[in-house]
């Protein structure tokens, strides 16, 4: 369970606020919403774009302004991308390593790195 908040340009009491179910998916790079979430958040289109699916189609979508995502004792900001209709939202590989966060196979979940369980560390070599 994801908590997605749309913070950029709202008053902290105007900030809107979800959860959701996302498929934890480490072949896609970014979080990847629905219209109707991006409808209950109030998102804004920043720019257009053309994503590879997993079956090797091309499909035009919309990359959105800014939103945080919080997970366990972890966040981060993204701009996700919107495709067409009411698919199930993905969380990709470059938001899941931006909250030093690991995919538990075996247990088929999301988990906190257990290496660095209280704070996020991150390299910068």
Do not use: Y
Request: with cysteine.
């Amino acid at each position: 369970m994801l908590k997605v908040w749309r913070t950029e340009g709202l008053t902290p009491e105007k900030v809107r606020r979800m959860e959701i179910t996302a498929l934890v998916d480490s072949g896609a790079d970014d979080l990847i919403i629905n219209e109707e979430i991006r409808a209950q958040l109030g998102l804004k289109t920043k720019e257009k774009l053309a994503v590879n699916l997993a079956d090797g189609s091309v499909v035009k979508c919309e990359r959105l302004q800014s939103v945080e995502i919080r997970f366990a004792n972890r966040w981060t900001m993204v701009c996700p991308l919107m495709l067409p209709g009411n698919n199930e939202p993905l969380l990709g590989a470059l938001p899941i390593k931006a909250m030093d966060a690991l995919i538990d196979l075996k247990n088929q979940q999301l988990i906190v790195n257990p290496a660095h369980p209280n704070v996020p560390v991150f390299k910068a070599k």
